[in-house]
């Protein structure tokens, strides 16, 4: 049976590859809007910190003979304290100006990581080696190997635990209310400059914890992060900032809508989330699950 | 009250305190013993607010000396002030707007070592309209329903020392008693309340001391028993 002429399998292998790619998406702008949200900084190290991720986590298996399950708790954990260590050296002291420092001083210091990452290793990619979960799992309409289907679980786990940390418990009313009004938050006892600090760590933590997931599927290398920075931010200002499930949803329909391009224009395939951008923004300039500010 | 040997709560000593370039407290001084209710007032633009804000360091610079609970606090964070037993009710009311009514009303921490904080019950015994407006968002609650909020989500964390600022401004006659009636449960209950209002008649009543501001210094103080005797003096302090 073909779809519009193209046969239903290689649709579907598509659509699942562009669903994984939407995950990734997903997780990466969830951190990039949480931190947003407390710390009005736009963080361009975002990439920088999924390359980190994965290389960290191909690095403890090289080094250490650390397994993927692991690093994929150690490498989020290594990044998160690293991006806490960048945000009370530097970061701080940016907040109360233009955001426009915010991204200058992200990009600068993504510029040193990055640079710092290809002096040792170089450009070219470092192979993970085998995925850490074999095998193929059967769908009826698609054979989807068992590691991306990991991805996808895991993807959507730690999102819904975001979004319910954030949500539903104290701590999440406690970011929520000191994203609206810092210095009251802190007149009720709250330490608020520790609050950012954590929410800088947990954002990037995400990020690299993403990376970690990606290690096994693609490859690893200094500039991992620069073609997924610029997607992400396109889908962070295609949704918007206003909701957690929003970013989501636009992470992977967005990944859902570059496979579909790849399948019927492939030629367009690596600027429809741009053509996308524009459209909403045109009719949107909140994005479509932002707020009127 | 007979509590002059006390330690006051709050002692305030040549306080200065500056907005950017500009100028605003000029050698502040007063103190308010523990369990008294003292209101600043005097006009707009007299340092009212921002004495209260900068006894929390929410101010700009700020020099001289404040002591809450016999403890210097010039020195400190404002979450550091605040825990040693500060509640803080803002002008603006500073209501969450994306945080639901119960929310924003546990959203304070409770200070560690107090148990003088009042329970939930009692905080939906004093607004029973909280009660009924639990689950809306902070940004659907009327101003009376904010107002409310604002001052009953301090009184649950133990808090010994309430700033309140201008809690009966704009609202309808009928929540400026239940506000009145809960300053006066504060009240025999022991706590220290310190108000800036705009409503003379209102805080005349629930006021030990009144003092008056003009340019960012205390000119006068006096019991309400006084006011009638000095209703000259009175209206040429705070009128315009």
């Not at chain 2, 950017?20 to 000029?26: A, F």
């Not at chain 2, 607004?127 to 009184?155: V, Y």
């Amino acid at each position: 049976m073909d779809i519009f002429g193209v046969p239903v399998q290689a649709l579907m292998a598509q659509l699942m590859i562009g669903l994984v790619n939407g995950c990734f998406y997903a997780v990466l702008s969830l951190g990039l809007a949480v931190i947003f949200g407390m710390l009005h900084v736009i963080n361009f190290t975002h990439g920088a910190m999924f390359m980190l991720g994965a290389l960290l986590s191909w690095a403890g298996l090289y080094y250490f003979e650390l397994n993927y399950w692991v690093m994929l708790f150690l490498a989020p954990l290594v990044v998160g304290v690293f991006g806490i260590v960048l945000e009370r050296l530097f970061l701080k002291r940016i907040y109360k100006l233009d955001y426009l420092y915010g991204l200058l001083l992200t990009l600068g210091l993504t510029l040193i990581i990055e640079g710092a990452v290809r002096s040792v290793y170089g450009v070219s990619g470092k192979p993970y080696g085998p995925a850490p979960i074999s095998g193929v799992t059967d769908l009826g309409f698609l054979m989807i190997p068992n590691y991306r289907l990991w991805v996808i679980v895991a993807s959507l786990m730690v999102c819904a635990a975001t979004w319910y940390t954030i949500e539903r418990t104290r701590l999440g009313a406690y970011l929520r209310a000191a994203t609206e009004n810092p210095k009251l938050v802190e007149a009720f006892g709250i330490n608020v400059p520790v609050l950012v600090s954590l929410t800088f760590g947990f954002g990037v933590a995400l990020a690299a914890f993403a990376g970690v997931l990606a290690a096994p599927i693609m490859q690893v290398s200094a500039l991992t992060g620069q073609t997924m920075i610029v997607i992400v931010f396109a889908v962070v200002v295609i949704g918007g900032m206003g909701s957690i499930a929003g970013t989501v949803v636009t992470g992977i329909g967005l990944g859902l809508v570059e496979a579909l391009t790849k399948v019927y224009y492939p030629e367009a395939s690596s600027m429809v989330m741009f053509l996308v951008m524009v459209l909403v923004l045109l009719v949107r300039p909140n994005g479509l699950f932002g707020g009127v500010e | 009250m007979n509590t002059a040997t006390q330690t006051p709560a709050l002692a305030v000593r040549g306080l200065h305190a500056w907005y950017g370039e500009s100028h605003v407290l000029q050698g502040v001084n007063f103190e308010v013993r523990s369990g008294e209710v003292v209101t600043l007032l005097g006009r707009n633009g007299a340092g009212r607010t921002t004495t209260l804000r900068a006894l929390l360091g929410l101010t700009g610079r700020r020099s001289g000396s404040i002591r809450v609970f016999d403890q210097e606090t010039t020195g400190l964070s404002t979450h550091r002030i605040a825990r040693l037993g500060v509640g803080y009710c803002p002008e603006e009311r500073g209501i969450f707007a994306s945080l639901s009514c119960e929310e924003n009303l546990l959203l304070p921490p409770l200070f560690k070592g107090s148990d003088a904080g009042l329970s939930l019950d009692e905080i939906y015994r004093l607004f029973p309209n909280l009660e009924e407006r639990k689950h809306s968002p902070g940004m659907a609650l009327s101003g009376g329903e904010q107002q409310m909020l604002a001052l009953a989500r301090i009184l649950r964390t133990g808090a010994r020392l309430l700033l309140l600022d201008e809690i009966s401004e704009g609202l309808a006659p009928v929540i400026v008693d239940t506000l009145g009636q809960a300053i006066r449960e504060l009240r025999r209950r022991g706590y220290t309340i310190l108000l800036v209002e705009q409503n003379f008649h209102f805080s005349a009543a629930l006021s030990d001391r009144l003092l008056f501001m003009e340019s960012g210094r205390i000119i006068d103080t006096l019991t309400p028993d006084q006011l009638d005797d000095n209703a000259d003096k009175v209206a040429r302090m705070l009128s315009v």
